[in-house]
């Protein structure tokens, strides 16, 4: 009678418990267990991304085209355009919360539109032929902007995070195992891709600590000089919540993935300025301006793709799988240290370089090991119509060779700051030289800036702390620099020297923007605290809050 109806009930309940999820509904709670070995699961993809991606249906015939493609870099690096790592992570988690026209955010889906776009490297536009561009790659190339992101370039990092996913001994075989998959213990795709984003950022912040090691003698990878004080800091905990629901997948044909979906996103437009960066914030995740420039600094991880966003590759700051303040201090610094691994200097042969104490620093200045003044210039990629897209890219002068002869000469060798390091190894043909315009000599203009950084930002990062327009076309307007006629008539692809003001709208009641920036360029454990509050928030975008659970925090200092 009754205690049968108890024990049936309970059965259904169990039964419940432990079926799939379903798309639409809120995710399981996660258990401990859960928590920590899906972190190792996902430290491992970050660790091994090549192999990770090979794991995974099509993953290694992906890899092989990409290998096959049309660029100047040479090896894995061109499959860096697809490969699961710290960075496409984090963009997923992005991407993944931002808000469809129904207001639904953070629910372990995309749109699929423009996914698998594939640009070349060559440029395509030429100025007697407007229609030039629209005659390779198969039409993809648009006439103007591009005024949206879409999700190109996330479908394997997905498709890897669907194995984590559905698959319970997805990884190495010397790893912990799940018994049932999370999708067969009832969590969301959308809770994994949540917590997927937490661990990156974590690793991101731990790569930053490992370069300054407070227990080695200065300088280690991440301090400039010996009187460097440590550059570690404590990225604050990070909660995860479960209960996100999925979309219900709604592609078909080449497109049905089980996280596809034909609803609109709303993206941000990355030839934005800084005001319309601000007001997409706000309309799209409700952030205050303060809060936009905080959460930005994530692009300290990762770069571009040519291949899959027509942007130049260099990434917005040297240590690009490291989580620090260096975005904001790249937008506001006029002077400045080229960041260089020395590992490679015929001179530093023997040298392990996490030992710290380096003989070369990482920051190379000039000659005499200062900092060197840096400018901005525009660049247009010259694959659009209009031969955009535009991006910009730090710019400083030369090493001279004379002065390096002199320096030795008179001191019998160089501060361990000085680009002399490097322009031995160029004139000795030495394979660490950076690049064959590193250096230059008497007859030479050595004192012009146009030695190119590898540093590349993108006008809503400019906009954050400076004031300029941007046409019709995406190109940024209104500032000395940009009004050169045979730059505005496409006749050069790079800028003068560009010197705009800075953006003196409110970010807060006692703060501009630019202030904001300035703060966090002069403070890492500052921009640390705010972005981590903005992070998390960021990731309940859209999402029912009644529905989530904050789960175990002992996931976050655990070390796998």
């Known amino acids: ?70 660029h100047h870099l040479t090896g894995k690096r061109r499959a860096a355009g697809i490969i699961p790592n710290q960075a496409k992570i984090v963009r997923l988690t992005f991407h993944d919360c931002l808000l469809e026209d129904g207001g639904a955010g953070c629910n372990g889906c995309m749109n699929f539109e ?99 090691d407070a227990s080695k003698p200065a300088p280690c990878l991440g301090q400039i000089d010996k009187d460097s004080p440590s550059c570690a800091a404590d990225l604050p905990l990070l909660k995860f919540k479960s209960g996100r629901s999925d979309c219900v997948p709604s592609c078909t044909g080449e497109d049905d993935f089980p996280f596809c979906t034909s609803a609109h996103e709303v993206h941000p437009n990355q030839h934005a300025n800084g005001e319309d960066t601000v007001s997409f914030f706000k309309e ?55 960041i260089i691994n020395p590992k490679r200097l015929t001179s530093m042969k023997g040298v392990n370089v996490k030992k710290c104490n380096l003989p070369v620093s990482s920051f190379i200045g000039d000659e005499d090991g200062n900092a060197k003044r840096v400018v901005y210039k525009v660049r247009s990629e010259r694959r659009t119509a209009s031969n955009g897209p535009f991006n910009w890219q730090i710019f400083t002068s030369r090493c001279s060779v004379e002065k390096c002869k002199e320096i030795q000469a008179r001191d019998g060798g160089y501060s361990p700051n000085s680009c002399c390091h490097y322009a031995d190894e160029c004139v000795n043909g030495g394979s660490a030289c950076p690049k064959r315009n590193f250096i230059c000599y008497k007859d030479e203009d050595c004192e012009s800036t146009r030695l190119l950084q590898k540093i590349n930002m993108l006008s809503p990062d400019m906009g954050l702390y400076y004031k300029f327009e941007v046409d019709e076309t995406g190109r940024p307007t209104g500032c000395p620099g940009m009004d050169d006629e045979k730059w505005l008539a496409n006749k050069y692809h790079v800028s003068d020297e560009v010197f705009c003001e800075v953006n003196d709208a409110k970010a807060s009641e006692k703060e501009t923007m630019a202030e904001v920036v300035e703060m966090y360029a002069k403070d890492n454990q500052l921009w640390l605290n705010d972005f981590a509050v903005v992070f998390e928030k960021m990731l309940e975008n859209g999402v029912d809050a009644d529905s989530l659970n904050e789960e175990s925090s002992n996931w976050f200092p655990a070390r796998c």
């Open 114 to 212: 423009g996914m698998g776009n594939l640009f070349s490297l060559a440029p395509c536009y030429k100025a007697n032929n407007p229609d030039a561009c629209s005659e390779v790659d198969g039409g993809i190339h648009p006439k103007v902007g591009p005024f949206k992101t879409d999700n190109n370039n996330l479908l394997w990092v997905a498709k890897v995070l669907e194995a984590v996913y559905k698959d319970p001994n997805f990884g190495p075989d010397y790893m912990q195992h799940f018994d049932k998959s999370l999708f067969e213990s009832g969590k969301s795709r959308a809770d994994l891709w949540a917590f997927a984003g937490l661990v990156a950022v974590q690793r991101g912040a731990e790569n930053n600590n490992r370069e300054c």
């Open 284 to 338: 799209s995740f409700d952030l205050t301006p303060r809060e936009t420039v905080a959460l930005m600094g994530v692009h300290t991880l990762g770069h571009p793709m040519e291949f899959n966003s027509m942007f130049h590759a260099y990434p917005w700051t040297t240590r690009s799988e490291v989580l620090n303040n260096f975005y904001y201090i790249n937008l506001v610094n006029t002077t400045s240290y080229r």
């Open 1 to 70: 009678g009754f205690s049968i109806m108890i024990f049936l009930l309970l059965v259904s309940l169990a039964a419940l418990v432990a079926a799939d999820y379903q798309p639409g509904e809120p995710g399981g709670r996660w258990s401990e267990d859960d928590l920590l070995k899906t972190k190792a699961k996902l430290r491992w993809i970050m660790q091994y991304p090549y192999d990770a991606l090979q794991l995974v249906e099509g993953g290694k015939e992906i890899f092989e085209f990409y290998q096959t493609q049309d």
